[in-house]
């Protein structure tokens, strides 16, 4: 799973298997930690910041 | 995993000659108290018992006095492309490229079972109950082979111990290379007539090499594309049939 | 006694009826945990699984819920994705229902694992599969992708927790939950992404067994044919399915929980999916029957024999793929209520007797000329697990159902009558 284990190869297998679950991962960590950040702009009464940084998800990639 | 080849290695084989073979079960008996195989509660119980090299039986199907009785020793068949280790999830089985066997990791298996769904040759038991020595015979376990714990996969590894241990000995006395009888799993040591051979199928002066090309040798089910590294021997033309399947007027 | 916890503006049967409801799936809960300690304590020799059959019910039951928990990641996409960008009628419709879908998506993928968990020799090794990961291996991509994506149906699930009635009175919870369901899209898009590719190796786990004639496929690159037809299957059974748990939803509670034409479009999106499916499905048969069979050495004929005759294919395309197919395609048929269930229930066994098939029949079938054939049955403690699995299934439902606000259209479809004081508030909360 990392590149210390043992098993570890830089090969296609690796890059591609590993590279696309750590992507996933990645993208699922950073939806929970933009709903965390703008819980806590919210609860903290910064609404102005948190109106900036509202985006409106699938539509603004379209 | 790197694409392993073995052709500038050893690859080590084994020859059954099936004409040889009288189905008196001792290279069973060698392979089990060689490598500490447990017993079961029920031993007659086939389907979940743990043999590394179980002996089939096959006749020609005729009635007497034709009647032919044959006995197919199927040890593991160590094979070049092998079926069960590309799906091992933890990496728990794996070929030595240096060798051509198929090691299995016995502390590192989660006993998921798709190697055994994946091997067609029912090389692998399953670890179904704790393994168990009756008393006395937990005596004689071999130092050289750890036993396995319940709920892993174990199988036939050509006596990988004996390899290690003849390697140690070479290399004590300056030697890189073994000798042909240097490294003999148990099984080919133990028959009464002599029916199994074994060497490095790469080294053309080891007995294996030449065997392996008389028009007698077959090996199980070739047309998976397994490449067994473990070949028989039988002059008789329903017994080389009987080792794969064809279909109705196909020669074999 | 948990008035306060129920949703605005609908009724729920009281507490004295939903207790022994519970008690009866808590029992069959119970028999699952008993069977999983004897396997945990005394070892797998509890199942009648052997070394022919080193894959038993609970792998047929593991793909077989997995398959049909596909309704909560393919409605999820089609609402959040498809619906959002493209087609927005699956929007508006598919709202009313992608709640439902994404509770039986979570209780089938967590008592799969669960399943899953017992099922392997050596429990407190599972972590192996993560951290030695073989990347060939297509169990490696099933055990990192429903890992991945039981994670995913818990984000999505959340924010349905959230809302309910006294946790929404929390504002730092209530506002999460919104952020959460803001960004749903994403966890859709995330979740897609990872359902096709579990679903598709769970048929490339079979495919690849180039060792096992009956199940091995060709395919494309790495992935064999049937890494492709179980996505399809797992996307024309799983919106069968949902539609299935919510007509017995309303069986049960006696009310119109989504309206007539969501009915229809869940049928509609299946019954395609399903008539292509089962073209590729004969295709693929057929393909293997002209080419995989003969260069094995073996006829068509070789694998359908014992227990597992040839009538198990003529079930699997015939009876409950071409028929649901026509039923689910045809408008007319459709509409009609019976014909509906009917269609949707005969879809959802016809994928379960294909997994079934690729699981058992492929290991009941000797290959080596002098084997034989097996067949098997499964133990009491196997059907614990896989029956406990059921009754958890139906615990957690009921649980959303009652304390959440499951089915969107609910309240506006079934005006409370009598205002007792579940309703003293009685104006509908959506969020937004």
């Known amino acids: 799973m990392f590149p210390f284990c043992f098993e570890w190869a830089w090969d296609v297998g690796h890059i591609i298997f590993m590279g696309l679950l750590y992507m996933v991962l990645g993208a699922i960590s950073l939806g929970l930690l933009y709903a965390f950040v703008m819980t806590w702009l919210k609860v903290t009464g910064r609404d102005k910041l948190f109106e900036r940084l509202w985006i409106r998800f699938p539509i603004t990639l379209w | 995993m790197k694409k392993e080849e073995n052709s500038k290695g050893n690859r080590y084989g084994m020859v059954i000659d099936l004409d040889k073979c009288t189905g008196c079960g001792l290279c069973t008996v060698a392979c089990a108290s060689e490598n500490n195989i447990s017993v079961l509660y029920d031993e007659s119980d086939k389907t979940r018992n743990i043999a590394w090299l179980q002996i089939y039986t096959i006749t020609n199907g005729k009635d007497f006095p034709d009647t032919e009785v044959v006995y197919i020793p199927r ?107 240097e490294y003999i799993p148990a099984c080919a040591e133990a028959c009464p007539t002599q029916a199994i051979s074994f060497g490095d199928l790469n080294n053309p002066e080891h007995q294996v090499s030449q065997l392996i090309k008389s028009p007698h040798a077959f090996r199980l089910l070739e047309r998976l594309g397994t490449e067994p590294k473990v070949y028989y021997l039988s002059a008789k033309n329903w017994v080389r049939r009987m080792a794969d399947n064809y279909l109705a007027g196909e020669l074999s | 006694m948990d008035l306060a916890l129920i949703p605005n503006g609908v009724q729920r049967c009281s507490l004295k009826r ?97 399943m899953l968990g017992v099922d392997v020799g050596q429990p407190l090794r599972a972590w192996f599969i993560f951290w030695h990961a073989n990347v060939h291996s297509m169990l490696t991509e099933v055990s990192f992708c429903i890992t991945a994506y039981l994670g995913v149906l818990t984000i999505e699930y959340l924010p349905l927790v959230f809302s309910n009635r006294k946790l929404r009175e929390i504002p730092e919870i209530d506002i999460f939950g919104n952020n959460l369901h803001h960004i749903i899209a994403l966890f859709a898009a995330v979740g897609t992404f990872l359902s096709f590719f579990h679903q598709g190796s769970l048929g490339g786990m079979f495919g690849v067994l180039f060792g096992r004639p009956f199940a091995f496929r060709e395919g494309f690159l790495i992935w064999p044919w049937t890494f492709f037809l179980f996505i399809h299957s797992s996307i024309a059974a799983g919106p069968s399915f949902t539609l299935l748990c919510v007509w017995i939803a309303q069986k049960v509670t006696g009310k119109e929980l989504i309206t007539r034409d969501v009915f229809n479009l869940l049928a509609k999106i299946s019954g395609w999916l399903l008539a292509t499916y089962i073209v590729l499905k004969i295709v693929d048969t057929i393909a293997w029957a002209y080419g995989v069979v003969p260069r094995a050495g073996m006829s068509f004929m070789d694998f359908y024999q014992g227990s597992y005759g040839i009538w198990l294919i003529i079930a699997e395309i015939g009876i409950f793929g071409i028929i649901p197919a026509i039923i689910l395609i045809t408008p007319k048929f459709r509409e009609r209520n019976d014909l509906l269930i009917i269609g949707a229930l005969m879809n959802v066994i016809g994928i379960v007797l294909d997994r079934f098939v690729f699981s058992i029949q492929t290991l009941s079938i000797p290959v080596m000329p002098f084997d034989k054939f097996m067949s098997y049955f499964p133990s009491w403690q196997e059907w614990g697990i896989a029956i406990g699995a059921i009754g958890y299934g139906i615990l957690l439902f009921s649980l959303s159902y009652r304390y959440l606000p499951l089915f969107p259209q609910e309240a506006e ?20």
């Not at chain 2, 079926?83 to 051509?100: F, Q």
């Not at chain 2, 298996?109 to 670890?127: D, K, L, Q, T, W």
């Not at chain 2, 006596?159 to 070479?170: G, Q």
């Open chain 2, 75 to 181: 040890p593991c068949m160590q094979c070049d492309n092998p079926p069960c280790v590309s799906v091992c999830p933890p990496t728990a089985t794996r070929k030595d490229p240096n060798t051509g066997i198929i090691s299995q990791i016995y502390s590192r298996c989660v006993g998921c079972r798709y190697c055994m769904a994946a091997c067609p040759y029912h090389a692998r038991s399953f670890n179904w109950f704790d393994p168990s020595f009756p008393e006395g015979m937990d005596r004689y376990l071999s130092p050289e082979v750890s036993p396995r714990m319940r709920g892993v996969v174990e199988k036939c590894t050509f006596c990988h111990h004996r390899l290690m241990r003849a390697r140690s000995k070479a290399y004590a006395e300056g030697r890189r290379e073994l000798k042909e009888d």
């Open chain 3, 18 to 114: 939903f207790v022994p409801w519970m008690v009866l799936w808590i029992a069959l809960i119970s028999w699952g945990l008993v069977s999983a300690f004897l396997c945990f304590f005394k070892g797998l020799n509890q199942t009648n699984m052997n070394h022919y059959f080193a894959f038993g019910l609970w792998i047929v039951f593991d793909l077989s819920i997995i398959a049909l928990g596909a309704g909560a990641f393919f409605t999820g996409f089609l609402t959040h994705i498809i619906g959002e960008v493209f087609i927005y009628p699956f929007r508006d419709n598919l709202k009313a229902v992608v709640n439902a879908a994404v509770v039986i998506g979570f209780i089938c993928y967590s008592s799969a694992i669960a």
């Open chain 3, 413 to 432: 479809m079934n005006p409370v009558q009598v205002l007792g004081r579940a309703v003293t508030d009685s104006g509908v909360i959506k969020r937004s």
